[in-house]
């Protein structure tokens, strides 16, 4: 995990306010993406990006936007918050040069509470 | 639609005996298969993958099973412990190079 950081941790907010989550990363991998874990609906893509070029919606983008500011960093935002959108968040990196196999490497996820 | 099911949402065994987890797609083609554990407050981590002619794999106490045509993989933890105790999830990854997950399946093993 320590490879890949997420900050912060945990982050309690309020209806309509804007929030951002940053993920940082020491891997080189090229590939980033964003998830969010609920109680039994599993790990669902908000968004990914394969270059620093590049972005792409995954499942559930709705209410989301993301930016890759470099190769290393790649920032969630929740430009409107909503209460369900509480859930745990999770960065992932991918390295390409393992071809096509897309091998995950997670952070530590950060817990949002949207009051 | 598109689904992956994993058995239970929770399985307890005694320690010393071999823990099955069962994963199950429907509407998928998966190229490879990939099992994570998921421990709590922290992200998934990969333990295996499996290709899709590949019939078993095995890591030390880890063996997973692949069948296509029942669109169902099986993942073993033989001699289980209780540091073996977490969730465990299944990916299935698509020509699209994208992994879907399942809702996983949390394991405890009981001394």
């Known amino acids: 995990d320590a490879d890949v950081t997420q900050t912060p941790r945990n982050r309690i907010t309020k209806t309509g306010k804007r929030i951002m989550l940053e993920c940082s990363q020491t891997k080189g991998h090229d590939r980033m993406y964003w998830y969010r874990q609920d109680p039994g609906l599993g790990l669902r893509l908000i968004y990914y990006?394969?270059?620093?070029?590049?972005?792409n919606k995954g499942e559930i983008s709705d209410g989301y936007s993301v930016s890759r500011q470099a190769q290393a960093k790649f920032s969630l935002s929740l430009e409107s918050a909503i209460p369900n959108q509480t859930a745990l968040y999770f960065c992932a990196t991918s390295d390409p040069t393992s071809g096509s196999i897309e091998t995950q490497y997670f952070g530590p996820g950060t817990r949002l509470l949207v009051l | 639609s598109q689904k992956i099911e994993q058995n239970s949402e929770a399985l307890n065994i005694q320690e010393g005996k071999t823990a099955t987890l069962t994963c199950n797609y429907t509407n998928y083609s998966p190229a490879y298969l990939q099992w994570y554990r998921q421990d709590p407050g922290r992200g998934p981590v990969f333990l295996l993958l499996i290709r899709e002619n590949e019939k078993e794999k095995r890591k030390e106490r880890l063996k997973v099973t692949f069948d296509t045509t029942l669109k169902q993989s099986l993942f073993h933890i033989t001699a289980s412990q209780p540091a073996d105790s977490a969730t465990y999830l299944c990916?299935?990854?698509?020509?699209?190079?994208?992994?879907?997950f399942g809702t996983g399946t949390r394991l405890t093993v009981i001394p």
């Open positions: 990006s394969f270059d620093v070029k590049d972005i």
């Open positions: 990916a299935l990854q698509t020509g699209a190079n994208n992994l879907f």
